[in-house]
C-alpha cells in the first residue's frame, strides 16, 4: 500500500451504533489530520495530531472521538451520531505538521440513519 | 480572519477552451496558498502551491495559477481543457498564525464539455 488509505469506504449506521473510522499513511509523516466534507458546505479541518499529539480540536462534537496510537495510524470513533453528520470524511498526512503538502485519503462515505 | 472565497459553484468549459477557477483570499500576513483537486469517489489531491517568488505557478496535469496580490486572487487556469479535467476544484489558504491549520474554499465544480 502506498500514500494514504482509510477504511471503510462506506459505512451506514443508526444514531445509537458505535462506529470507528481507520486512516492509515505510508508516506513516513508525523502528522495526521481529519476533514468532513459536507455537500455545498467548505471543507472543514476537524482535527489534526502532530507527532501523535492532538494539537488542534476545531470545537467538534464530543461524539466524534479521535485516536492517534502512532504516526501512521488515525481513528475517529463515532457514537450516537446524528443525521446532519452524514459527510465524507477525508484523512491527511504531512511531514512536521506544517499543512501545506498535505496528502489525502480517498475518505469514508458515512450515512447515519 | 482568514478566509478563502470560491464564487462560482460550478464552471463550465468547452473543451479544449482556456478554463479559469476563481479564488479570492483574506490573510493577514503574507499567504501560502494552494489547489487541490477531487475527482468523484476519491480524495483530495495536491494541484500547486504558491509560497514565495514568481507570482504565476505551474502544477500537476498542466494546470497553473497566478498569484495577485493587489487583488487578493490566486485563480486557477490552464489553457486548453480536457474532459478528464472534470472534477471539483478546492482553494486553501494556510493560516499562518497557526501552525497547522488551512482553510479550505467551498470547491467549484468544473464541467468540461466534450
Known amino acids: 500500500e502506498t500514500g494514504v488509505t482509510q477504511t471503510p469506504r462506506h459505512l451506514v449506521m443508526g444514531m445509537t451504533n458505535k462506529k470507528s473510522l481507520k486512516c492509515e499513511q505510508h508516506?513516513?509523516?508525523?502528522?495526521m489530520y481529519w476533514y468532513k466534507q459536507s455537500a455545498k458546505k467548505p471543507l472543514e479541518l476537524m482535527f489534526v495530531?502532530?507527532?501523535?499529539?492532538?494539537?488542534e480540536n476545531n470545537s467538534v462534537p464530543s461524539r466524534f472521538s479521535p485516536e492517534c496510537p502512532n504516526s501512521s495510524h488515525l481513528f475517529l470513533h463515532l457514537h450516537t451520531l446524528q443525521p446532519e453528520d452524514s459527510a465524507l470524511y477525508l484523512c491527511?498526512?504531512?511531514?512536521?505538521?506544517?499543512?501545506?503538502?498535505?496528502?489525502f485519503g480517498p475518505g469514508t462515505r458515512l450515512t447515519v440513519l | 480572519a482568514q478566509s478563502v472565497a470560491q464564487p462560482e459553484d460550478q464552471v463550465n468549459v468547452a473543451e479544449g477552451n482556456p478554463l479559469t477557477v476563481k479564488c479570492t483570499y483574506s490573510?493577514?500576513?503574507?499567504?501560502?496558498l494552494f489547489w487541490y483537486v477531487q475527482y468523484p469517489n476519491r480524495g483530495l489531491q495536491f494541484l500547486l502551491k504558491y509560497i514565495t517568488g514568481d507570482n504565476l505557478v505551474k502544477g500537476s496535469y498542466g494546470f497553473e495559477a497566478e498569484f495577485n496580490k493587489s487583488q487578493t486572487s490566486f485563480h486557477l487556469k490552464k489553457p486548453s481543457a480536457l474532459v478528464s479535467d472534470s472534477a471539483l476544484y478546492f482553494c486553501?489558504?494556510?493560516?499562518?498564525?497557526?501552525?497547522?491549520?488551512?482553510?479550505f474554499g467551498k470547491g467549484t465544480r468544473l464541467h468540461i464539455l466534450p
Open positions: 495530531y502532530s507527532l501523535e499529539e492532538r494539537v
Open positions: 508516506l513516513g509523516h508525523n502528522a
Open positions: 490573510v493577514s500576513g503574507n499567504p501560502y
Open positions: 486553501a489558504v494556510r493560516d499562518m498564525n497557526r501552525d497547522d491549520k488551512i482553510i
Open positions: 491527511a498526512s504531512s511531514q512536521d505538521g506544517g499543512g501545506p503538502w498535505q496528502f
